[in-house]
């Protein structure tokens, strides 16, 4: 061909377009992935199912812990200044985190528009300082926790109302009887003795009855007259529904959201599932916990009546996310079988708190 000759333009081979469109789509999603993710919209406060957790409760800090204790809170952030880019490891309330955002996955797939979900607070009293090292470690794990209240030493629980906190979980049992005294739903959280696999598509959430989503009205029958005389007291009182228990508006909000799914159908393939778990007799004591749970509009999808045999066992079988009793003979039989417990300080079962000790007078000058 002479110099200055035009060639014709020659046809695509076979699968040319082909090689084209994925070669584009390769680079589309090349600078898709660099582009930063877009978080959905966290919900008004007053509209959401709102958990506030605790730092030692989300992640596991016991050298951390221990640094502070036997060192002192220099020395802490200190060390926390320059551990900043190493993420915690996960907590006993992870998994229980880790469900939530699946159930919130779903119902914004159903209801887009709607800002009934969890909204998940992180709260602790560690100093501000130490918020780069926890934002660090929540990106890591890329859970979606938007709202942190960080009080540098001071308690925190004075902010939980102002949160709308439906359930606060924390690693300390002092703060957690301050916010039941506020009249807030909490309890202490307990790593299990050893890890079991829970679900990751459905939250499982189990209560024991009594002084958790019940008053404590028939613990304190047993504790002053005996079992014969609480179980003459159920029967005759069969048809009284209890006094509501600290738990009770956090099943109330589960119900609320189970609700939802139900209407499109989905009873079956809910990701949210509640237990009563209560050492109750089914037939001398277990129709005024049901009764009680229809007169509130509640219910939970199993419930299972142990008549004093050890919950451990069937806990295993349910693995729940997390399990409340307000005893803690039991919480720890539950940590023994893998279970993540949470101890609910309310009513007679609990050990009288030990007065403070007296400070000694100062010193004559």
């Known amino acids: 061909m002479e110099a200055g000759e035009l060639r014709e333009p020659r046809e695509p081979g076979p699968g040319a377009e082909t090689a ?3 070669c584009w789509e390769e680079t589309k999603t090349f600078y898709e992935n660099l582009a930063p993710k877009k978080k959905p ?29 036997e060192q002192g809170v220099e020395e802490y952030v200190r060390y926390q200044l320059e551990h900043e880019n190493e993420p915690f490891s996960p907590g006993p309330a992870f998994p229980f985190v880790k469900a939530l955002e699946a159930v919130n996955r779903r119902l ?3 209801y887009p528009d709607s800002e009934d979900i969890f909204d998940i607070v992180l709260v602790t009293n560690n100093h501000a300082q ?37 359930l606060y979980l924390s690693a300390d049992a002092e703060k957690v009887r301050e ?10 959280i307990f ?11 459905q939250l499982r959430v189990a209560f024991d009855g009594d002084a958790v989503l019940f008053s404590d009205e028939s613990e304190r029958i047993v504790k002053a007259h005996g079992l014969d005389r609480f179980f003459e007291h159920e029967k005759a009182h069969e048809n009284k529904p209890l006094a509501q228990g600290p738990l009770k508006g956090f099943l109330e909000a589960l119900g609320r959201l189970q609700k939802k799914f139900y209407s499109k159908g989905l009873r079956l393939e809910c990701p949210i599932r509640t237990y009563l778990v209560t050492a109750r007799s089914a037939a001398s004591s277990g129709a005024r916990a049901l009764k009680t749970l229809r007169s509130w509009g509640l219910e939970t999808d199993e419930a299972l009546f142990l008549a004093g045999a050890p919950k451990g066992p069937l806990l295993e079988k349910i693995r729940p996310h997390i399990f409340f009793d307000d005893q803690m003979f039991h919480v720890a039989g539950a940590q023994e079988m893998g279970t993540v417990a949470a101890h609910v300080p309310y009513g007679v079962a609990q050990k009288p708190r030990s007065p403070a000790p007296l400070k000694p007078a100062p010193a004559a000058q």
């Open 108 to 110: 914004r797939e159903l």
């Open 191 to 201: 790593s299990p003795s050893r890890d079991v696999a829970v679900s990751q598509s």
């Open 130 to 166: 130490v918020g780069v090292r926890l934002i660090n470690s929540i990106n890591h794990y890329d859970l979606f926790i938007e709202r942190f209240c960080m009080t540098g030493g001071n308690s925190p629980i004075c902010y939980l109302k102002a949160y709308h906190t439906n």
């Open 179 to 188: 916010a039941i005294d506020e009249g807030i739903a909490a309890a202490t």
């Open 20 to 22: 084209a469109a994925r």
């Open 41 to 69: 919209k966290s919900p008004k406060p007053q509209n959401a199912v709102t958990i506030a957790v605790s730092s030692r409760a989300l992640f596991r800090m016991d050298e951390e812990q221990r640094i502070y204790t």
